[in-house]
């Protein structure tokens, strides 16, 4: 085992610590990392980091008055490192030109930043969406156009370099989750004309989608085919070794025209849980849209669920991602919530927290890090649509073109939908066959 210390020539305020320690933890833990162990100024380390001061070991400078120290209003110097043919390097500078530097860059705080969502925590001022959040183009990753890379996993191994550590170049895995906001395309006829008149209001080719949305539905009704949503028998049986770990988020409750479109102890769910358990998938909570800070209707939707399942409720991901990283990170701790599947983007591919890899978000009022871990959402099904529109064979290369842009150093948590196949919005098909084709053992 290889100690690391970072030495400091200043004392540091007990927040300050906790925020470095916190980066520390993540970088030790990192899959991407050899066999080390982080520690601060201490002796008899086998390597030395010189954190903001000048010294014999591997000098990496320290912005002042930034992430670690205060509440900023305006960021620092951002640049960009072409480090390799594999990937390049993006983090935070200081102004001032500096001599005798391994970096650059501040890694630890261009860290930091990014994971422990920083910005979100202290976005007063952002734009909000129309969720009441803040804007995805307000991101600075997006600002910049690098969301669709891992910058915080990309910084990992680029430090392990620095210090000729050999991290391991790992490859890409997958984690495969589903939201199940609505189990029947065609629950009744009422919903039938329902869908009559979204297509003559709001949709394009009205024609076309209404001949496809007359066929289905008398083929569902005269049981010549499943409901375009019945999708389960295919959608949760694939077998790719490659997906380290399954979740499928169930709604149970809410009060908006975004859910209650099924109820978690219709009949019709038992045979959804049995073939999840089946496929080995973990069952979580999917809170409803006005339940991010509200701490009784997540813990009533969560006893629900418990209750039809007969097993206890720790995973989550909220409905429309309408997560507020104060009240939501707080409000899931409480409740007992191991871990949560929600930051993403709803309208974009890429990494809102740098990092693919489940870690754990950062309390700022307390200074310490919450319990439960996260799994950054990267890919999902309706944020690629939101891109290309209801077009299989784009959606198919923009999918195939990320990946061959993240085929190493991260991991990527996947959300289909089961609804997303409807043959009356796209070719349900060809993406049904490509999606078999990413996720089945016989690739």
């Known amino acids: ?157 680029y430090l392990y370099e620095l210090l000729s550590l050999n991290p391991k170049q790992i490859s890409t895995s997958f984690r495969l989750t589903h939201d199940i906001d609505a189990i029947r395309r065609f629950p009744s006829f009422y919903k039938f004309i329902r869908a009559n008149a979204n297509v003559i209001f709001y949709q394009k080719s009205k024609w076309l989608l209404l001949k496809r949305l007359w066929t289905t539905y008398f083929k569902v009704v005269l049981n010549d085919e499943n409901d375009p949503y019945d999708t389960f028998s295919w959608l949760l049986s694939t077998k790719n070794p490659n997906i380290v770990d399954r979740k499928i988020y169930f709604l149970s409750g809410g009060k908006t025209k975004y859910e209650n479109f099924f109820k978690v102890n219709d009949p019709k769910c038992t045979p959804i849980f049995k073939i999840s358990a089946e496929n080995h998938y973990d069952i979580g909570i999917h809170p409803s849209y006005l339940s991010g800070q509200n701490a ?64 754990k978000l950062y309390n700022f009022d307390s200074e310490r890090p919450f319990d439960f871990v996260e799994i950054p959402l990267i890919v999902m099904d309706m944020a690629v649509i939101h891109q290309v529109g209801w077009n299989a064979d784009l959606f198919i290369s923009h999918v195939v073109n990320f990946l061959k842009k993240n085929h190493h150093f991260t991991q990527i948590t996947f959300n289909f939908h089961n609804s997303t196949f409807d043959p009356i919005l796209v070719d349900a098909q060809k993406l049904k066959s490509y999606y078999l084709d990413l996720f089945d053992s016989t690739l």
């Open 296 to 359: 009784t209707m997540i813990q009533n939707e969560k006893s629900t669920l418990e209750q039809n399942i007969n097993q206890k409720v720790a995973h989550s991901r909220q409905h429309f991602l309408r997560y507020h990283i104060k009240e939501t990170s707080k409000i899931l701790e409480k409740i007992g919530i191991s871990s949560d599947s929600s930051l993403g983007y709803r309208n974009k591919t890429g990494f809102r927290c740098g990092t693919g890899f489940p870690y």
């Open 1 to 157: 085992m290889i100690k690391i210390s970072v030495n400091l020539k200043t004392k540091l305020k007990s927040g300050v610590l906790s925020r470095l320690l916190y980066t520390l933890n993540f970088i030790q833990n990192h899959p991407c990392a050899p066999k080390v162990i982080w520690a601060i100024n201490e002796d008899g380390a086998d390597i030395t980091v010189d954190y903001g001061n000048s010294g014999d070991g591997v000098n990496i400078p320290k912005i002042e008055r930034f992430c670690f120290e205060n509440e900023i209003s305006t960021l620092p110097k951002h640049i960009l490192l072409t480090y390799s043919e594999e990937f390049q390097v993006y983090g935070f500078t200081t102004e001032k030109e500096e001599h005798n530097l391994a970096s650059p860059i501040d890694i630890f705080q261009t860290i930091f930043f990014h994971i422990s969502r920083y910005e979100e925590w202290f976005s007063y001022d952002a734009k909000k969406d129309i969720h009441g959040l803040m804007s995805s183009e307000e991101h600075f990753l997006v600002r910049h156009h690098i969301h669709d890379l891992p910058v915080v996993d990309h910084l990992v191994f």
